[in-house]
T-cell receptor
Framework: NAGVMQNPRHLVRRRGQEARLRCSPMKGHSHVYWYRQLPEEGLKFMVYLQKENIIDESGMPKERFSAEFPKEGPSILRIQQVVRGDSAAYFC????????????????FGPGTRLTVT | AQSVTQLGSHVSVSEGALVLLRCNYSSSVPPYLFWYVQYPNQGLQLLLKYTSAATLVKGINGFEAEFKKSETSFHLTKPSAHMSDAAEYFCAVTGDTGRRALTFGSGTRLQVQP
């Protein structure tokens, strides 16, 4: 069973360009989460999605950032007009449907996309 | 609201010595607690979890953690450190009704000396 897949693993963008980060959840998982890790810091929650729905976007910056999880295909985190402060590692995680309260909260992480803005 | 405090951003132990990484949490609802390990330039791997069953939880690679409600703690231990345990360790909490977002501590970097 393949794990959570993210691509690209490394992404370099110039200031003002757009960055698109992709995440394919584990097979059978219908919940996707995005986290950001700044250098020397822990992970900060950004957004939680189910298929075609944003459930919780309380951690998303109000401007330039958006996320989607379409019916078909991977989840996409999109950053428009990137700035140097967006340089970070972006991690995607997925979790299974709600079969049991404990299991539903387990999140499995992908290898991350390291975004560098020059 | 939930929060996690990891005491000690860096911990150094000798190979074969006891590993103790501290985690205290704050939660207004019964928490689910997790420990993750991150190796350099990699994603996070789930070590173990507490989900209101047994308070002593065993995980992978010989790690275990004990949930102590009275102390609001979930410390991670391993009886004998191995060189391969050198990594960053994160404690995380969730459980807010309707929110699944994990709240992470700032991490503890474990060094293992030969």
């Amino acid at each position: 069973n393949a794990g959570v897949m993210q691509n690209p693993r490394h992404l370099v963008r110039r200031r003002g360009q757009e960055a698109r980060l992709r995440c394919s959840p584990m097979k059978g998982h219908s919940h996707v989460y995005w986290y950001r890790q700044l250098p020397e810091e822990g992970l900060k929650f950004m957004v939680y999605l189910q298929k075609e729905n944003i459930i919780d976007e309380s951690g998303m910056p109000k401007e330039r950032f958006s996320a989607e999880f379409p019916k078909e295909g991977p989840s996409i985190l999109r950053i428009q007009q990137v700035v140097r402060g967006d340089s970070a590692a972006y991690f995607c995680a997925s979790s299974p449907p709600e079969y049991g309260t404990g299991v539903a909260y387990e999140q499995y992480f992908g290898p991350g996309t390291r975004l560098t803005v020059t | 609201a939930q929060s996690v405090t990891q005491l000690g951003s860096h911990v150094s132990v000798s190979e074969g010595a006891l590993v103790l990484l501290r985690c205290n949490y704050s939660s207004s609802v019964p928490p689910y607690l997790f420990w993750y390990v991150q190796y350099p330039n990699q994603g996070l791997q789930l070590l173990l979890k507490y989900t209101s069953a047994a308070t002593l939880v065993k995980g992978i690679n010989g790690f275990e953690a004990e949930f102590k409600k009275s102390e609001t703690s979930f410390h991670l231990t391993k009886p004998s450190a191995h060189m391969s345990d050198a990594a960053e360790y994160f404690c995380a909490v969730t459980g807010d009704t309707g929110r699944r977002a994990l709240t992470f501590g700032s991490g503890t970097r474990l060094q293992v000396q030969p």
